[in-house]
């Protein structure tokens, strides 16, 4: 906005004029103040930006050695995992080999056990067999009548 001055008898009024440039330099002056605390707040703002994209980038390469420490550990992770599954894979076939063995074993005294029961009942069949031929002959002896017994008194 353009002051408008008062025309006078030799040029423009001059307190109007002074008045306007006074008003001009104190507005100047607080600009000028405005500009020097911007400038200030600009150069915080920037030693702040700073300093987050100094811990932005710690922070970025902390996760990145993080990431890597993980990456490792479940590398090992699965590594030990693997030797743990091919440990437990041969104890159990060790253990079901132990157990066939075990089991062939049981099955031959078995049948062992079942032949020589199949011979002990053939023998104690031919044996009970004999017995009762040998009941089936045995002949009781005719007892003599007992009645002259109970005639007969005992004398003390």
């Known amino acids: ?61 902390e996760l990145s050695v993080k990431e890597k420490a ?3 550990i479940a590398r090992l992770a699965l590594k030990e995992a693997n030797i743990i599954i091919d440990s437990a894979q041969d104890n159990a076939d060790s253990i079901v080999r132990e157990a ?17 029961a199949s011979v002990m009942r053939e023998e104690m069949h031919g044996q009970l067999t004999g017995l009762i031929q040998a009941i089936d002959n045995f002949e009781i002896p005719k007892l003599p009548e007992v009645e002259w017994i109970k005639d007969f008194e005992f004398k003390k």
Request: aromatic share 8%.
């Open 70 to 72: 993980a990456d490792d």
């Open 100 to 116: 066939l063995s075990t089991a062939r074993i049981i099955l031959s005294d078995l049948s062992r056990i079942s032949n020589d």
């Open 1 to 61: 906005m353009q002051p408008e001055f008062r025309i006078m008898r030799n040029g423009y009024d001059r307190f109007a004029v002074d008045n306007a440039f006074q008003e001009l330099a104190t507005e100047v002056e607080t600009l000028e103040g405005k500009v020097i605390l911007y400038e200030k707040e600009l150069k915080n703002l920037e030693e702040q930006l700073t300093s987050v994209k100094n811990r932005y980038q710690v922070i970025v390469s």
